[in-house]
């Protein structure tokens, strides 16, 4: 894949996480610095044209998550990545909160369990405002990388990188993304593209679609 550019570490003072994520049926944004906040719209309509705004879902895509079981640790050892994980939840507006830690990835815990039939969600930031982030390297991924899934039940799940789609903000690939499939799927999400120092956003989604292989 072709690497768009980056800012400079450090650059800027406001650092731009991640897409606007839908799941479980709801527009949901990425709660961040300089986000667009879903609440200041009455009715926000399909791709929203600023980072940080809605994709509007289809409805009916993730499967109720196991009780008690959660996403402990993700690793994709070709590009060097080996983190624990966050639980991501909604702040009070109904948008999906972004992992505090930038060194470590995050599950949405209220979607779909790795495993389960449908995509699961992890995601997280591709850079601080000194240093690279935990996806600094995505962009790297190609078809056939293994990524390794761990959960509290003790299982560690591998799953294969398909395809990497990088996608701008305000056209980001839901249906694809989101959209509902017969296998228990990963959805790795991050920012990529150029750094909008007006937003305070990166332009891009960068996005690794991958299948479960083994359990």
């Keep these: 894949m072709r ?25 949901l944004a990425i709660a961040g610095s300089s986000r667009t906040t879903p609440g200041n719209s009455s009715s926000p309509s399909a791709h929203e044209g600023a980072a940080g705004g809605i994709q509007e879902p289809d409805a009916g895509r993730t499967t109720a998550p196991q009780t008690g079981v959660i996403v402990t640790h993700v690793s994709i050892p070709a590009i060097g990545v080996s983190s624990d994980i966050e639980l991501l939840t909604l702040d009070s507006t109904g948008a999906l909160l972004p992992p505090v ?37 995505l962009h790297k991924m190609t078809p ?43 959805r790795v999400i991050t920012c990529d593209g150029t ?21």
């Design 3 to 27: 690497k768009l550019s980056r800012r400079t570490w450090g650059a800027i003072g406001a650092t731009a996480i991640l897409a606007a994520l839908v799941v479980s049926g709801s527009a």
């Design 101 to 137: 830690d930038f060194n470590r990835a995050g599950w949405y815990s209220g979607g779909v369990i790795p495993g389960q039939i449908g995509p699961a969600i992890i995601a997280g930031h591709i850079d601080s405002i000194t240093a690279p982030a935990v996806f600094a390297n």
């Design 144 to 186: 056939g990388m293994k990524i390794l899934v761990s959960l509290s039940n003790g299982s560690v799940l591998t799953f294969a990188a398909d395809r990497s789609q990088v996608a701008p903000k305000t056209q980001f690939p839901s249906s694809s993304v989101y959209g509902t499939v017969p296998t228990p799927q990963l």
């Design 195 to 215: 750094f909008n120092r007006a937003t305070g956003h990166y332009d891009d989604n960068l996005v690794v679609f991958a299948t479960l292989v083994s359990t």
